[in-house]
């Protein structure tokens, strides 16, 4: 309670503006589509486009400022702003890739805006969080309203299975993040992380013991959050029954949302805990790029090859963390390498995804990738985007995949994780084979064309947006880079 009154709300209020908007507006769009439900659809999504917006430059002008700051339970740092700016374009363009799914499903109504606005405040809070307690909370406001949205798709089994596994399987992680928060606390008698790094080296051994398994259950439900093997079973299923447009903020904003919780759970501990995080992060990103790969090369459903592929990119992104804690002479540049990835990531998933939506046929979607066949003839404009957001993915230049997976490689190399990286490459080799499948089908194989529809402005847009970025990035990503260290400046204690 002595935080309440020595917090000074004033100077919290200004600091978290961007949440206080996204929380603000989702609460308003909630009441306004129960009162009055004759609005029009698009004002809901036009107040929500606002929002997010409005929350991204003041973001950005907080990276500027260069004052990083902790307010109470919340840290303002430029590694905050960074990961907010992530879930914000993710949100936004969600936005644009949402507004006629729902329409010709018959989902329109607010609760759908207000859901997408809470899951990233949730995540911002997470990217925010100096306390364990703010943290937790954080992952359970992005998580429910994630089990949802997951869900949202009524009428449909599959939308159903998908937000009930989301949900159980979520609550079990929740509970390993609860009781490693429970074990860190006994140990230390404080949630406050800057605390429990200075007093770990105080402990006794049997407290040093309750903190180091503390620490590696925390790791467990982070683990499930960013879908890392052994706890990526939930995802196939999840994506593939969420709705589209959900399905993407997933795999960008929720995973980045896991990247955040991971960066802000084990900087902070990492020269004081007694934990082996090199041979852990190392397993861990080995295990999770090849079973995705491996995985996704049996799919024959896009959504499901997507999840699988998703998971083989968290681990591509934990050779970065790996390689950040076994040198710390080039821990800013390889933990760099890992924000900039989490960009790169997200343009080229929501891409890919936005495409999915875009092929869609009224209230249905071609899931199969053999619906794919002879798409460039009746769509090749479409048929064109898939094919270079699926390049990126591979990791061909000069795309923003190939760039992000060179920083991410190079630095391991110069970290001395040779090993990870002959891993990482021999995976990225694997990947051509299931990302080409649909590129095969859309050129080469003959087959029924999808019937063609009209593709709506906003959509073409969230497209265009996620194009331009996957090029311009890829091309010149020095500036996007600058940003990512910038980012990271100052982390190591």
């Given amino acids: 309670m002595e935080i309440l009154k020595t917090t000074d709300w004033s100077q919290l209020i200004f600091a978290a503006l961007p949440i206080w908007l996204l929380v603000t507006g989702a609460i308003l769009i909630l009441i306004f589509s129960a009162v009055a439900k ?115 798709q009524r009428g449909s089994v599959r939308s159903y299975e998908a937000a009930l596994k989301y949900f159980i399987l979520g609550s ?3 509970g390993f993040l609860l009781y490693g928060i429970a074990l860190l606390f006994g140990a230390t008698g404080s949630t406050d992380l800057a605390d429990i790094a200075k007093i770990s080296d105080l402990v006794s051994d049997s407290e040093g013991i309750l903190m180091g398994l503390g620490s590696l259950l925390l790791l467990v439900g982070v683990a499930f959050k960013i879908a890392a093997v052994p706890f990526q079973f939930w995802s196939p299923d999840v994506y593939e029954g969420a709705p589209t447009p959900v399905t993407g903020l997933m795999a960008s904003a929720v995973k980045a949302g896991g990247f955040a919780a991971l960066l802000r759970l084990v900087v902070p501990l990492m020269e004081t805990l007694q934990v082996p995080w090199v041979p852990i992060f190392w397993t ?22 997507l999840a699988y592929s998703s998971i083989a990119h968290a681990g591509y992104a934990l050779v970065g963390v790996a390689a950040a804690f076994q040198e710390k002479t080039s821990f800013e540049t390889t933990l760099a390498a ?57 990791g061909i230049p000069p795309t923003i995949g190939f760039v992000g997976k060179f920083y ?6 110069q970290a001395g994780l040779t090993g990870l990286v002959v891993v990482a490459v021999l995976n990225s080799a694997v990947s051509v084979y299931y990302y080409l499948g649909p590129i095969v089908k859309m050129y080469f194989q003959k087959g029924n064309p999808l019937t063609p529809q009209p593709v709506s402005k906003l959509l073409i847009a969230g497209l265009v947006i996620c194009l331009f970025a996957v090029l311009y990035l890829g091309l010149l990503p020095t500036s996007l880079m600058v940003i990512a260290q910038e980012s990271v400046k100052g982390m190591l204690f």
């Fill in 284 to 305: 861990l990103s080995a295990l999770t790029m090849t079973v995705g790969n491996l995985m996704a090369l049996r799919q024959t459903n896009i959504k499901r090859m």
């Fill in 172 to 174: 079990f992680a929740s």
């Fill in 38 to 152: 004759t609005l029009p659809h698009s004002i809901y999504w036009v107040i929500a486009a606002l929002l997010a917006l409005s929350s991204l430059f003041l973001v950005g002008a907080g990276w500027w400022r260069m004052e990083p700051t902790s307010i109470a339970l919340l840290s303002f740092d430029r590694l905050a702003f960074c990961l907010d700016a992530i879930f914000l374009i993710a949100l936004f363009l969600s936005l644009f890739f949402s507004h006629d799914y729902l329409k010709e499903r018959g989902l329109e109504g607010g609760e759908y805006y207000t859901l997408l606005l809470l899951t990233t405040a949730g995540l911002m809070l997470i990217a925010h969080a100096a306390d364990l307690l703010i943290l937790f909370l954080g992952i359970e406001i992005a998580s429910l309203s994630a089990y949802i949205l997951a869900g949202f």
């Fill in 338 to 394: 890992v924000l900039f990835y989490l960009f790169a990531y997200s343009f080229m998933t929501l891409g890919a995804f936005g495409v999915v939506v875009a092929l869609g046929r009224g209230s249905s979607e071609p899931d199969e990738i053999s619906e794919y066949a002879s798409l460039a003839e009746k769509r090749p404009v479409l048929a064109a985007s898939l094919t270079f957001f699926l390049l990126s993915l591979i």
């Fill in 408 to 413: 991410l490689f190079s630095g391991a190399v």
